[in-house]
Nanobody, 126 residues
Framework: QVQMVESGGGTVQAGGSLTLSCGAS????????VGWFRQAPGKEREFVAR????????SYVDSAKGRFTISRDNAKNLVYLQMTRLKSDDTAIYYC???????????????????WGQGTQVTVSS
């Protein structure tokens, strides 16, 4: 059983920074990609960023480009989301999940991802 656990959320003022962590445990190995998503109250879960197994290929939602950086440490089974210049629109629960490359579809689609974590709350106050 694979488990993903997010941490690092909190409350920060607009313009501030936070770094989220996503840890993978259980029977997972090999070439998997990881995605970060977020869900604000009353809204659908949306794609934020993705990183491939080696860390060499990343992608971001337009609103995160230039502000967020996704990275990973495979030795520790950790994926990070460094968020800077935070805005009130970034307030949401942030989730990570695994793409085992077994499901087709757009890389930003939640349907591709499995083993969702419980989420970590990020609140940006203005």
């Amino acid at each position: 059983q694979v488990q993903m656990v997010e941490s690092g959320g909190g409350t920060v003022q607009a313009g501030g920074s936070l770094t989220l962590s996503c840890g993978a445990s259980g029977e997972i190995s090999g070439l998997y990609s990881v995605g970060w998503f977020r869900q604000a109250p009353g809204k659908e879960r949306e794609f934020v960023a993705r990183i491939n197994w080696s860390g060499g290929i990343t992608s971001y939602v337009d609103s995160a480009k230039g502000r967020f950086t996704i990275s990973r440490d495979n030795a520790k089974n950790l994926v990070y989301l460094q968020m800077t210049r935070l805005k009130s629109d970034d307030t949401a629960i942030y989730y990570c999940a695994v793409d085992l490359l077994t499901i087709s579809g757009p890389l930003s689609s939640t349907m591709r991802y499995e083993h969702w974590g419980q989420g970590t709350q990020v609140t940006v106050s203005s």
